[in-house]
């Protein structure tokens, strides 16, 4: 069963790039958030893969955290943020090459300042399943 993390973000941040509304948000979308980047700005965080095989396919569990980080815009910048991904990624689709998309969901939001007291990052979790396509 192929390894599906590297296609599935790409067709993530796709799916995110091709929104205007998010993109009037944020600067962009990153993996690794050049340095000197304007705020706000989206990166994906953390992202996980869980194989989910039945006696009759091959299928993975994906998990990826998302995180908006702000400054002078604060938690209502973040919560804007935040509520575009929400009905981006809550029960829609995705084209994912080499997979059939099973399910979207979000599985939960959170904004919080941090420790330099300047900045506040938005952090959403989200859920793709996948079927490896025969």
Same mark, same amino acid.
Request: charged share 20%.
């Given at each position: 069963?192929?390894? +599906? ?28 958030? +050049?340095?000197?980047?304007? !705020? ?7 992202? =996980?893969?869980? +194989?989910?095989? =039945? @006696?009759?396919? &091959? ?6 955290? !998302? ?6 815009? &604060? ?11 929400? =009905? ?8 994912? @090459? &080499?997979?059939?998309?099973?399910? @979207?969901?979000? !599985? ?8 330099? &007291? ?5 952090? !959403? ?7 490896? @396509?025969?």
């Amino acid at each position: 069963m192929a390894y +599906p993390l590297p296609v599935a973000q790409g067709a993530l941040v796709a799916k995110l790039e091709a929104d205007a509304a998010l993109m009037a948000l944020v600067s962009g979308v990153y993996d690794q958030v +050049p340095q000197g980047t304007p !705020l706000p700005h989206l990166r994906m965080a953390e992202v =996980t893969a869980v +194989p989910q095989e =039945t @006696s009759s396919h &091959g299928g993975w569990r994906l998990r990826f955290e !998302l995180q908006a980080t702000s400054r002078h815009g &604060g938690k209502a910048e973040c919560h804007a943020i935040l509520a575009r991904l929400h =009905t981006l990624l809550q029960e829609t689709d995705a084209s994912v @090459s &080499g997979y059939t998309f099973i399910q @979207s969901r979000v !599985l939960g939001s959170r904004v919080a300042e941090l420790r330099d &007291g300047e900045h506040w990052r938005g952090t !959403l979790e989200a859920e793709w399943l996948l079927q490896q @396509s025969h």
